[in-house]
C-alpha cells in the first residue's frame, strides 16, 4: 500500500476546526469537572464515547469498524493495538470504553492531561521499574472493578506503514489476571485509500503540529479492526506480545521493524 499526505482543506476550514476543537475540548472539561461527579458509571462511560465520535466527527475523520468489541466483559479483557497518532484513543473510545496506560508526559498536557486523568487513565515513568509494579497493582484493581485496559505495546508511535516490536511488560497483568487479549488493527487513509501519515504523530512533532496537520487534511478514513481474542492462559508475555503483534500486522498486511531487543524490565511509555 502506497501513502500520501491527503487532499488539503482551505485555510477558513482549518480555522473553523481549531475553533471546534477549543470548544469542544471545553465542553468536555466542563461536563467531567461538574456533572462526572453525579453520573453513575455506566453514563461516565457514555459520555467518554459521546465526547470522542464528536471529536472526531469535528476533525472529519471518518472511522469503519471490522469486527467488535466484547459487549459483556465475563473475564478481565486488555485491548493491545499499533500506535500511530493520538486519535487512536479517541477511535477506540468512541466504540469501547477502555482505562488506556499512558506516558507520564500525558498527564502534564494542558487541560488535556487533567481531562485523561479524570476519565480514567493510569500513567506511568518510563524506565523506572518500581513505577511499572505501582501501575501493574492498578491494572489488577481496575480489573475489579470490571474495566478494560488498553495498552500500545510498542511503546511509541510509527507513520503507520510499519509496526515496531511490541514489547512484553504491559501484557504481565494480563497474564496474572488470566485476561482475554484484544488485538486491535489501527489504521488512517486518504480518500483514495493510501496510508495518510499526516494523520501519526511521530518523531519530534509537538501536539499543536500535529493538530495543524490534522486541521488541513479534507478527510480521514479511519480502519478499527477487532480481531479474534486471545486467550492468556499458558501463555507467557513474550508469547503474547509476539501472537498480538503477528495478528495486527496480518491485518494491515505490514512489515515488523525489530527496533531493539525488548528488555522487560520496566514498561515503555504508551502514549507515544
Do not use: C
Not at 482543506?9 to 475540548?25: D, E, G, K, N
Not at 478481565?76 to 493495538?81: D, F, G, H, I
Not at 479534507?218 to 503474547?240: N, Q, S, Y
Not at 501472537?243 to 525488548?262: E, G, H, M, N, Y
Amino acid at each position: 500500500m502506497t501513502f500520501s499526505h491527503g487532499k488539503k482543506t482551505s485555510i477558513p476550514v482549518r480555522h473553523y476546526r481549531a475553533v471546534s476543537v477549543v470548544l469542544h475540548l471545553f465542553a468536555g472539561l466542563f461536563e467531567v469537572a461538574l456533572l462526572f461527579p453525579v453520573y453513575g458509571k455506566s453514563r461516565r462511560l457514555k459520555a467518554v464515547s459521546r465526547w470522542s465520535a464528536r471529536l472526531l466527527a469535528v476533525l472529519n475523520v471518518r472511522p469503519s469498524m471490522r469486527g467488535s468489541p466484547p459487549l459483556i466483559a465475563d473475564r478481565a479483557a486488555v485491548l493491545v493495538a499499533n500506535h500511530v497518532s493520538w486519535l487512536d484513543i479517541q477511535l477506540i473510545h468512541s466504540v469501547w470504553q477502555v482505562r488506556f496506560v499512558a506516558k507520564s508526559e500525558v498527564r502534564r498536557w494542558p487541560l488535556i492531561g487533567w481531562l485523561s486523568a479524570r476519565t480514567g487513565t493510569l500513567f506511568i515513568e518510563r524506565g523506572k521499574g518500581r513505577h511499572a509494579a505501582r501501575i501493574n497493582q492498578s491494572i489488577h484493581a481496575a480489573f475489579q472493578q470490571g474495566d478494560a485496559i488498553g495498552v500500545f505495546p510498542e511503546g511509541s508511535t510509527t507513520d503507520g506503514r510499519q509496526l515496531t516490536r511490541f514489547h512484553a511488560s504491559l501484557l504481565q497483568p494480563a497474564v496474572d489476571g488470566g485476561a482475554l487479549v484484544y488485538p486491535v488493527a489501527l489504521r488512517y487513509l486518504d480518500e483514495a485509500g493510501n496510508i495518510n501519515v499526516n494523520a501519526s504523530y511521530v518523531g519530534e512533532t509537538t501536539l499543536m503540529e500535529s493538530l495543524r496537520m490534522i486541521f488541513g487534511q479534507r478527510t480521514i478514513h479511519a480502519e478499527l479492526i477487532f480481531l479474534p481474542a486471545i486467550d492468556t492462559m499458558g501463555k507467557t508475555r513474550r508469547e503474547l506480545a509476539a501472537q498480538t503483534q503477528a495478528a495486527i500486522a496480518a491485518a494491515l498486511s505490514l512489515p515488523v521493524f525489530d527496533r531493539k531487543p525488548d528488555i522487560s524490565a520496566g514498561p515503555p511509555g504508551a502514549l507515544r
